[in-house]
Structures are given as C-alpha cells and as structure tokens.
C-alpha cells in the first residue's frame, strides 16, 4: 500500500475534516446519460454474471472437439442421462442460467427436428423419442435457473452449406428453437464459420464470407421477433461480444463500449473507452482444456482456487462469467468437476453473503441533491447512485466505517443506464490515522471487484474518482470478507486406459522449458522458434517404466497467441531401451490451428514401449514460435 500525503488528499478534495461544508448543486434532477447506454434487455444481462455453458454433442462420444459432420446419430447414446444433476452442479457453482449447444459444427441436432435426418430422432437415445434440449429446459426451470441456447451457423454436415438454402435452413432451425422452449436470457452464435466438412457426402473445403452470407442483423432480428428478451452473441449488431480469449481474462479495463465496426480481436479484450456501441463482453471458457468431455482431461480439471481467479478476471472486470461444464458419456457432470464446482460456489456464496459497509456513514465531497447523497451507495439498490453537480468530474466519497471490521473485497459499481461515467479512479483506507492507497484502476462500469492480498481493518474507507467523462454515477461501494474454496485434490482419470503422466520426465528436447509439458496444466506453455526445413522440434520422454503403448495425445495452446502456433503434423518414434528406434505413426493434426483441440492420434497396433520421441517439422499456421501445451498417452481400451 502506497502512504498519501496530506498535500495529495487535499488536492484531491478528500480531506473531508478540513472542508465539512460540502459543495451543493440547485440542479437536483438526474444526470444526463452520457455516451453508449445498454437497452433493457442488456442491462438485464449484466445482472446475470455467472451462467454455465453445455457442451454435449456426438464429440461426446467420438473423443473430438469438432466432428467432421459424417457421424452417425447412433452414436449419440448417453447411458445415464441427468438433465437434474447437471442443473444442480452448474446452480451449485453459483450459475444463474445455462446456455447448451443446441447444434454443434457438426450439424447434429439435440431436439427432434423434422428439417433434417441429422438429429436425435435417430439416435438410440430413448428409441429416438428423446429431446435433450427440451429436457434440460425442463430441468433448468425447475431449479430456477434461465435457459439459453447455441446453434452453430457452420454445419459440416449440410449439403448446402456456403448455398442460399442453408440460410434458409439455419433461420427455420433459430425459429424453432425460439419458439419450442419457453423464454431464452440468451442466443448463440459462434464465430467459427466454413471450411472442410462431409457436406453430404461431397467432402470438401468451402469458404464464406460470413457477414454477407449469413446476413446477420437479419438473423439477430429473427431472435428477437422471436425472443425479445434474448441477448444474442457475438457478430456486429448482436448485444454481446466476444472477450477475445477463452481463457477466462478480460481485458483490464475491460471497457462495455465498442466501434461501429465489425469485431476486432485486439479491441474486443479491452473493449474502447467512449465508442459508440453498447458491446459488453461475456467472458467464457472451459472447466477443462476442452469444450467437450474427454476422460484424459479428468486430471485437468481447474480446481476451485482457478475458479476463483476466473471470477476475479471476469465477473470482478464488469464483465460476465461463462463457464463450460462439460457432461460425460453418462451425460452427467463428472464427480470431480461437480466437487470443484461446489467448493467454488460455496466459497463465492460465503465471501458475498455479508456486506461489512452497512452501518457505514458516507460523506461526500460534493452532491447534486438528497436524492442523489453519497449513502445512496450503501442502500443496496441499484436504481439509486450517489452523484454530483454536472461539472464535477472529480470527486470523493468516504466510508466512516463500524470499528473492527476487516475486509479483503471491495466492490463499487456504477449506474449503468446513465453510461460509463468514471475513466479512472482510487481507493484509500486510513489505518491509524494514516491514508493508505489501496488501487487505481480504469473503469468501474458493472462492477469492479479489488481484491486484497490480506484483509485490512480501516477507519474509513475513500473512493476517489480522478478522472470522468461526466458527473459520477455510483450506486454500490460494498466491502467482504473472502472465504477460501475447500480444496479438491486431483484425480487421475476416471479412464484406466490414460496414463498418468506423474512418473514421466523430459529426457532430450530442441529447446528449454519442455517440463511444462507434463505439468497437466494446459495453461504453461512449451515455446521454441518456429521449426525449420532439416531442422524439426523435437522432444523425448521417459515413461519411467515399459508400457503397452497405444497411442499418444497433444494438447495445444488454448491461449490466443499472435506469435505462435500448434505443430501442423508429426513423426512419434517409440523405444523400449532408448536407442533402437521404431517408427510409431506420423501425419497431419486434424484442424488443431483452429479448434485448439486435444489430438488423439492411435498407433495402428498397440506395442511396447518406455521411451517417446516427438518431431514436428511446421507450424499449423506461418508463426515465429511453435507452441504446445501437453503430452500424454493411452493403452488399448
């Protein structure tokens, strides 16, 4: 903590003893909004904060992140369905709603559509009379949870995918699902859109531009001729944008404001301070590497601390947290995953059950009226906010706080229908008589949550607002008590057939850093130059003892990075001694530039071996560095 002079805090107007007569404002009425407002439907979003992603497809059951689209329905066979138990982990964690993939890449849709052959009709499920959509519905209301839905606009299974019949295809299934499932909170659109596929048997590549094909305002009004009050995600003109990662990072500050233009990644993390479009980002990623279940990701789960620095880079940075909860082949939420998600939502629960700053006396250094006085901000409603004459852009607030109370989270929010007033600001606490300062940060918009390395016990408590764009807005300034998450141990994997990676060590490599590989932590990355002709990557592991070895898999970076790619294909050697070499398999990773996915790559028969050597002579994509993020390996199931 940084000690502030009396010379600073009186320049700053927040030595209130010294000036108790505080500066009043005949202009008693609102403020006027300033800039880019939410609409209904997007201030509503905003309260929402933390909902659940399902990703649960026929990838499910093939082991990939992104089928081809020549799958066969029947191989969607869930044993053990649980709409309940999957709405129960994600309310546990502390979701307010979950979003499913109604239809992934591969075209195969969870309800009995009659528009295409492709679907559940004709999966084994329920003797083909099941509706996974409507099921989880069901079970969302029930448990009092909202309800929304993703439907890819890449199909690779249609066969007139990049034609006008698909458009008209894809906009029957947006009426169908608006229509069949009672109120959605939300739309989804993904941005990944054309390339190769099984297209009804042409198998081919094709390409799209996107904009122009899907003619997406037209489609964002169907959602809302349809659902009203729905946000949609993603595409220029939806009410929701992309965070730029998947990650689980917003930017910081992570403004709400966007350019009229179509999205850009190097915009959408940070958003762009006073731009005309009200864009709010959601933050999204995985509970594990990927999207969807996989049994050698059981050790990879994020545990309950991650959780809660995820909740710090998302929900703490005005934005909203989308966690994906991947079902297994039962089609319930894994045991491990659904004891993290307890512990992280009972921890998230306990530390925001008691707010520490009521019975606090608030002062100002100005106010517009008494319907805008500084304990507006301790009222507990969101519709009140405490403000100041309009030419006041610089102002103070202090917290006289009940003695003997420590807090650790502070959190302040602004009153979004009026715009994002506050560009910058500080927060002191005086401890025996001495102003300390705690942080300065840019941007308060929904919330902004600081946390503290340790609790503190304060006098008061002073938020500052340096800089402004408008007379201030705000209606919380709230203090906690963080509780820590109950810890999870790790697991191995529920499959007997993955190899724990524990005894595994890194014995040759072409660059340094290459432990991270077998951390089974999909977020430290192994990084080396960009391979060269003659001059391939390479590295070799010792299993520490001999196995039957049926395989291996890569992860890739999951990170978005400008300077790195995945490895575009592979050469595995395996050896039982680690000097006579046989050849194991080699050939192209399937999508991984894109899809980011886990690669899966079987040995055409099982053999035994302790030692495993990966070359990789390019990157998926031209890059200056090759980057990867894991190894490990299978037996035959």
Aim: aromatic letters at 10%; hydrophobic letters at 40%.
């Amino acid at each position: 903590m940084t000690e502030l002079t009396r010379r600073h805090l009186v320049a700053s107007g927040a030595l209130l003893s010294a000036a108790p007569a505080f500066a009043a404002s005949d202009r008693t009425g609102a403020p006027t909004p300033w800039g880019a407002t939410p609409s209904p439907r997007q201030l509503a979003w905003h309260g929402h904060e933390q909902y659940a992603f399902i990703h649960f497809s026929i990838n499910t059951f093939t082991d990939k992140e992104w089928g081809f689209g020549d799958e066969s329905p029947a191989l969607f066979n869930p044993t053990d369905f649980d709409p309940d138990q999957i709405v129960a982990a994600a309310k546990s964690a502390n979701m307010r709603g979950i979003i499913l993939t109604a239809k992934h890449h591969d075209g195969f849709c969870l309800w009995p559509t009659m528009l295409t052959e492709h679907c559940i009709r004709n999966s084994p499920y329920k003797q083909g009379k099941g509706d996974i959509v409507g099921e989880l519905e069901q079970a969302a209301r029930r448990a009092g949870l909202m309800f929304g839905l993703y439907l890819s606009p890449w199909d690779r299974n249609h066969a007139e995918y990049g034609r006008p019949a698909y458009i008209d295809y894809y906009r029957k299934q947006v009426v169908e699902l608006c229509t069949r499932y009672g109120e959605l909170f939300e739309f989804w659109f993904d941005g990944a859109n054309g390339g190769d596929g099984y297209y009804g048997g042409a198998r081919e590549t094709r390409k799209i531009d996107a904009p122009a094909y899907y003619d997406w305002p037209s489609i964002i009004a169907l959602v809302h001729q349809h659902q009203p009050k729905a946000c949609t995600f993603d595409p220029l003109g939806s009410d929701i944008r992309w965070v730029g990662n998947e990650d689980g990072i917003a930017g910081d500050p992570c403004w709400p404001t966007m350019p009229n233009h179509a999205y850009v990644q190097a915009e959408g993390n940070s958003g762009v301070r006073g731009a005309p479009l009200w864009w709010p980002a959601e933050t999204n990623t995985s509970i594990r590497p990927g999207w969807f279940y996989h049994s050698d990701e059981d050790s990879k789960v994020r545990s309950p601390e991650n959780l809660v620095r995820y909740y710090d880079t998302s929900v703490g940075r005005g934005t909203n947290m989308h966690l994906n909860l991947p079902p297994d082949r039962r089609g319930r939420i894994p045991h491990q995953d659904a004891k993290i998600l307890k512990s992280f939502g009972d921890a998230i629960r306990a530390s925001f059950a008691s707010d520490l700053a009521q019975g606090a006396v608030a002062h100002a250094s100005h106010e517009r009226g008494s319907a805008f006085a500084a304990d507006k901000v301790l009222d507990g409603r969101r519709d009140s906010y405490w403000s100041t004459p309009d030419e006041v852009t610089q102002a103070t607030l202090v917290l006289d706080l009940p003695p003997g109370r420590a807090f650790d989270l502070i959190r302040i929010r602004e009153h979004l229908p009026l715009g994002i007033r506050v560009t910058k600001f500080a927060v002191d606490v005086q401890i025996d008589g001495a102003w300390r300062e705690l942080a300065v940060h840019e941007c308060i918009s929904a919330q902004r949550i600081i946390r503290l390395p340790q609790p503190v016990t304060a006098r008061r408590l002073q938020l500052r607002i340096l800089e402004g764009t408008a007379c201030p807005a705000i209606s919380e300034v709230s203090l906690f008590r963080s509780v820590a998450p109950v810890p999870v141990p790790a697991i191995v994997s529920s499959d007997p057939s993955v190899l724990s990676t524990a005894g595994w060590r890194i014995v040759a490599a072409s660059a340094p850093g290459a432990d991270v590989l077998l951390d089974n932590d999909a977020k430290t990355i192994w990084t080396q130059p960009a391979p060269v002709a003659g001059k391939p990557a390479s590295v070799t592991l010792d299993l520490g003892q001999a196995e039957m070895l049926a395989g291996f898999s890569l992860t890739p970076s999951r990170q978005v990075m400008t300077d790195a790619a995945p490895p575009k294909g592979y050469v595995v050697e395996t050896s039982v001694d680690g000097r006579s070499w046989q050849p194991g398999a080699s050939g192209e990773f399937a999508n991984i530039a894109y899809a980011l996915s886990t690669q899966r790559i079987a040995f055409a028969t099982p053999r035994r071996a302790r030692f495993l050597r990966l070359s990789f002579a390019a990157t998926a994509v031209p890059a200056a560095k090759l980057a990867v993020a894991g190894v490990g390996g299978f037996t035959s199931k």
